[in-house]
C-alpha cells in the first residue's frame, strides 16, 4: 500500500489538497482536503442586503458575476420583487457568456495539459498538423506555417526550461496523443488565451466591466437607449452581435472539435472517475421569470443511483433537504458537530483542530477540511455541467438529448459513458455549445425588445426597506459553470442577519459527512490505476474534470486599508 499527497492542486481556483491509497497499482481510498478559509458569511452580517452581490461577488476570479446573480436573486425572493423580461433576458446573456467562456479557459488552461504532453508537439509535423486539423475544422489558422511558428515558440520555450509548465508529466505513459494532435492541442491553447478576453467585453457591456460586473437588486444596472451616447446604444449592442458570433465561431471550429479529437484517443476514460451515481441541478436560463422553474432551459432536479427514468423534485427552500454538516471539518455547531443545518439555519464558526505543517497525511485526522460536508435528502451528489446535462437528459429536455445524441454518436460511445472522467469533460463541452445556442436565442429576443421599445431593466416596488417586513428570508439559486450555487439570505429590520453559500465545490469537494459517505471528488478517484506513483496524472485527469474552485482565502482590512488580520495554520 503508499499513499500518494497531491498538494496544493494546481490549475484550480484556491487551496485544495488531494490523498490517495494506492495498492495494487489502483486507488482504493481518498481524501480531499480544502486547506482555506472564506468567511464572507461573517462579513455580511449586518450590512444592507441590497449590497450583498458586491461582496459576495468577490469569493472567486474566475466565476466572476454569477455569485452577484444568486445574491440579487436571494434578495429578491425574499422580498417578492419580480425583475422585467428585459433585465432578465440581459441576465441570461451575461450568463451564457460567462459558461462560454468559463469552459473554453477550463478545457485549454485548467485541463488539456493532462491530456496533451507539450514536449511532443516538437517532434509533430506542422503540414500534416495542418491537414488533420483542416478535416475537421474551417478554422482560418489551421495553417502549416501557423503551427510551425507555434512549434518554434514551443522550441524556444522548452530552451529557457518551460517556465511554468517546468513540472508537468511530459512522457508519461499514460500521455497517447500523437505528435500533431498534441501540436494543435498547444496551438489552440494559445488562441484560446486570445480569443477568452474578447468575449467577457459583452460583461463590460452591460455591467460595467470584468472581472466582477455589476448587478442589482430588481434587475440589471443599465439602461437601453439605441441613441444615447452613455446608455446601451446602437454601437454596443453591434458589438455584442460581433463578439457573440466570434464565440460562435471559436467554441464551433476550435474548441468542440479539439474536445471530441482528443476524447477519442482517452476512450478508456469512460471507465474511470465515475463516483457518484447522484446528480442534482438547480436549473438555469428563466425562459418566463425566475420564479416558473418549469420554463428554465436547463431544468431544476435530482437523479439518484443513475436512473435516467426518473427526475426528483427539488425544493431548496425544505428544511428537510438540504443539509450541511461538519462532522468531518474544522468548524463547530452549537447542536453538536454530528447536526445537520438548513442554510437559513446555517452557522460559521470555525474550529481548527488539524495538523500544523508540514504533515505528511490527514489519514487520523477527525477532521481534515474547512469545506463543510451539503446533502440533499443526506444524499452526497455530484453537481456541475455533467450533473444538469443528466437532470435535463433524464427530464426529457429535447435540445440537450439531442445535442447529448450527437456527441456520443461522434465518439461512438454509450450514454453510460456519461457517467465517467471522460463523459464529465465531454459533458462540459455540451453545456458550452447549449449556452453558445440559447445565447444567440437571448441576444436576438433582446433585440426585438428593443425594436419595440420594451427596454425597462428596473422594478423598483420594495426597493425601499421601509417597505421590507421586518423579517424575511430567501433563497437565490443558479447554475455555475461549476454547477448548483445558492445564497440564502434572512433578513431582519432591514440589515443581513444570517447568510450561507452553498458552492459547488463544496458539494463535490466536501469531505466524508457522519456516515462516511464520501463526496463527489473522493469517491470519483475510487478504482483509478496510477501508473507512476511519483507522477500521478491519473489524479490529476479526474480532479480537473470537475474544474475544482475553492474560494479566496479571507483577509480583513480596515477601512484605510490596513491589513488586521489573516488566518493561517500557525
Known sequence: MARVVVDPVTRIEGHLR???????????????????????????????????????????????????LASVRAVEDALGIAVPPTAELIRNIMTGVLNVQDHVVHFYHLHALDWVDIISALKADPKKAAELASSYSKWDKNTASYFSA??????????????????????????????????????????????QKEIVKVHAVFGGKNPHPNYLVGGVPCSINTDEVSAINSERLNLVARLIAQADEFINEVYIPDLLTIASFYKDWANYGGGLKNYLAYGEYPTRGYGQPESFKYARGAVLNRDLSTVHPVNPRDTQEI???????????????????????????????GPKPPFETLAGYEKYSFLKTPRWKENPMEVGPLARIIVSYAAGHADVKELVGQTLGKLNVPVGALFSTLGRTAARGIDAQLAMTWLKEFFGQLMERVKIHEVSTFNGERWEPKSWPADAEGVGLAEAPRGALAHYIKIHNGKIDNYQLVVPTTWNGSPRDVKLQRSAFEES????????????????????????????????????????HQVSFE
Open 525 to 564: 478517484l475510487i478504482g483509478t490505476p496510477v501508473a507512476k506513483l511519483e507522477e500521478p496524472v491519473e489524479i490529476l485527469r479526474t480532479i480537473h474534470s470537475f474544474d475544482p474552485c475553492l474560494a479566496c482565502s479571507v483577509h480583513l482590512y480596515d477601512p484605510q486599508g490596513r491589513h488586521l
Open 323 to 353: 443539509k450541511e454538516y461538519i462532522a468531518h471539518s474544522w468548524y463547530s455547531y452549537e447542536g453538536g458537530d454530528n447536526t445537520g443545518l438548513h442554510p437559513w439555519a446555517g452557522e460559521t464558526k470555525l474550529n481548527y483542530t
Open 18 to 68: 488531494i490523498e490517495a491509497v494506492v495498492e495494487n497499482g489502483v486507488i482504493t481510498d481518498a481524501y480531499s482536503a480544502g486547506t482555506m478559509v472564506r468567511g464572507l458569511e461573517k462579513i455580511l452580517i449586518g450590512r444592507d442586503p441590497r449590497d450583498a452581490w458586491a461582496i459576495t461577488e468577490r469569493v472567486c476570479g474566475v466565476c466572476t458575476g454569477i455569485h452577484a
Open 150 to 195: 507555434v512549434q518554434d515558440k514551443i522550441k524556444a520555450f522548452a530552451a529557457s526550461g518551460l517556465g511554468i509548465f517546468a513540472n508537468g508529466y511530459w512522457g508519461h505513459p499514460a500521455y497517447k496523443l500523437p505528435p500533431e494532435v498534441n501540436l494543435i492541442g498547444v496551438a489552440h491553447y494559445l488562441d484560446a488565451l486570445e480569443w
